[in-house]
């Protein structure tokens, strides 16, 4: 059965349909991936098998993904068209114009005591850096057609890949439960007296989050096309209505050493918040051509990431930066951090005063904005566990996707009054791992591929471009052709070790942290860039 000719730019055509064989094609390998799941393991008239096709029909029959993790082919990659380029943009800033980064961005006065200033510089060159890596990483997918763990196999081989895979797993399941947890928080704090649990909030939130992600691609892109506008909105509103009770003028606390600790340690958080999306960038267009640009797609990602990272973290800085002058504003940060941005609408003490169901209202958007940021890792967290092997693969990607927000669900109900020590204590590890991974790909692709590869001419029919010249990814499932990835393992090792005495963390400072000021600095981050040393 041929595929139809869809497009990007969400039409109706723009259904991504399961993987099936091409009649046309006459390629034994094309015809050996253009397979479900279900069909190509060795039970496929097992019972189970039976009712995972049952199930992809369904999905079919209501225009909906039901592939996993199988190869994007050539000829069901989807048309190239003038709105596919604008995709990009709106998709990334869906997802940083939340809540959660407004939260991170408190960090900076309130947790480290830098005054708007350094924060401000600090976050903002994080977010370029970990931007660059991860528009880097989105050019990934039309290249290979592979999802991003699919993909590092062809570094790290079949066995080491399943470790970043539950690193990955880890990251995308605990920043879902960060954002459930603030938009928990938001909607107990906009409720009459906190009638509203956190509970209750977060659940309906995890929900609505399942209902985006659990049916393909193609609907959260969807969604994501038109979210980020609501939230573009009401951020801006909250920064009219607060910014004049920002802190412009109070300087970092400490000594200069404590300081410049300070500010390593909050570059390295934003840093990683924003390099996290990394481990999944390539998720989200294995559908486009292999003909898109590469620089088009880097420079659309990279421009929307930045630009909507330093938005919402400088709101964030602002607000705590106005703590200490403003006592409703620390009575609300006392409560939680989402209370906080309630408090940025509703605590105006200007002639537009807030203080209204209309702010309480604006508060709400933010919260349920949060969806824009949990559908992404939900889908690409039943990518990954098909990407722990062929086993896992016989299950549809949307059981996988309805255990990850299970799991991260009953993780924020369990973590719901922690979400600071949460955010110090996790979210900078969860860059380590795709931070030490990038650099060892990055070193392979152009110490190793772009130098010899090119004349060696190695690779598949769909000739696909640039670098990707240099892998055969036909062999994306087969163990026995992948490398065994042993240097690649050793110096992911070697980079943990590096890892570990730098981080600067509550419950542990390395002895090269504690070189640098009262408290310590996070050096971990920059010096894992060498670990291929």
């Known amino acids: 059965m041929p595929l139809s000719s869809p497009t990007l730019d969400g039409g109706e055509q723009g259904i991504a349909r399961p993987a099936v064989q091409d009649e046309k094609s006459d390629s034994p390998s094309d015809s050996k991936e253009s397979i479900t799941p279900a069909e190509s393991t060795p039970n496929g008239h097992s019972k189970f098998a039976t009712y995972s096709r049952n199930f992809e029909r369904i999905l079919i029959k ?4 039901a592939r996993g993790v199988q190869r ?4 069901e990659s989807q048309a190239l068209t003038w709105r596919s380029y604008f995709q990009p943009f709106f998709f990334w800033c869906s997802i940083n114009l939340a809540a959660q980064n407004v939260t991170l961005g408190m960090l900076g006065p309130y947790i480290f005591a830098l005054s708007f200033r350094d924060a401000s510089l600090c976050a903002f060159f994080g977010s370029l850096i970990g931007s ?3 528009s880097y990483v989105a050019t990934f997918g039309p290249i290979s057609g592979n999802r991003t763990l699919v993909f590092a196999r062809y570094t790290f081989g079949w066995y080491p890949t399943k470790l970043l895979v539950i690193l990955q797993l880890i990251v995308l399941l605990g920043y879902s439960m960060i954002d459930l947890v603030i938009a928990g928080q938001i909607l107990s704090a906009v409720s009459a007296n906190g009638s509203l649990s956190i509970v209750v909030g977060i659940i309906v939130v995890a929900i609505i989050g399942w209902t985006i992600s659990t049916f393909g691609i193609w609907v959260f892109h969807a969604y994501q096309r038109y979210s980020y506008i ?9 920064y009219g209505v607060s910014s004049h009770n920002y802190d412009l003028s109070t300087p970092s606390h400490g000594d200069s050493r404590t300081i410049i600790g300070s500010r390593i340690s909050f570059l390295s958080i934003t840093l990683a918040a924003a390099i996290t999306y990394g481990g999944g960038a390539a998720d989200y267009f294995v559908y486009y051509p292999v003909t898109t640009p590469p620089i088009a797609l880097f420079s659309i990602s990279l421009v929307s990431l930045l630009c909507s990272f330093t938005f919402t973290y400088c709101i964030g800085i602002g607000l705590a930066s106005g703590i200490a002058a403003i006592p409703a504003y620390e009575a609300a940060y006392e409560t939680s951090q989402g209370a906080l941005i309630v408090a940025g609408f509703t605590e105006s003490t200007t002639p537009s005063n807030f203080n209204t169901g209309f702010g309480k209202f604006l508060a709400v958007v933010v919260a349920l904005g ?16 098909q990407v722990l092997g062929k086993n896992f693969q016989k299950i549809p990607r949307v059981v996988w996707n309805s255990v990850g927000v299970i799991i991260y ?6 973590g719901r009054d922690h979400l600071a020590e949460i955010f110090t204590n996790f979210l900078a590890l969860m860059g380590y791992w795709v931070i030490i991974w990038l650099a060892i790909t990055v070193e392979e692709q152009f110490f190793f591929r772009s130098r010899f590869g090119f004349r060696l001419g190695i690779g598949d029919k769909d000739s696909r471009r640039g670098w990707g010249q240099t892998y055969d990814w036909t062999v994306w499932n087969t163990p026995e052709q992948l490398p065994h990835g042993i240097a690649a393992f050793v110096a992911f090792l070697v980079g943990w070790a590096g890892a570990i005495l730098c981080m600067a963390q509550v419950w542990y400072v390395g002895p090269i942290a504690k070189l640098v ?7 971990s981050l920059p010096l894992l860039m060498n670990s291929r040393q």
């Not at 209501?62 to 993904?65: H, K, P, Q, S």
Request: charged content about 10%; hydrophobic content about 50%; aromatic content about 10%.
């Open 370 to 385: 949060l969806i824009g940021n949990l559908a992404p890792p939900t889908y690409s967290s039943g990518i990954d566990f």
């Open 230 to 238: 609501p939230q573009l909105i009401v951020f801006s509103i909250l």
């Open 517 to 523: 000021g009262e408290y310590g600095a996070d050096v």
């Open 132 to 134: 660059i890596a991860v």
């Open 72 to 75: 994007v082919l050539p000829h």
């Open 409 to 414: 669900t009953a993780c924020a109900l369990a």
């Open 62 to 65: 209501y225009n909906l993904e």
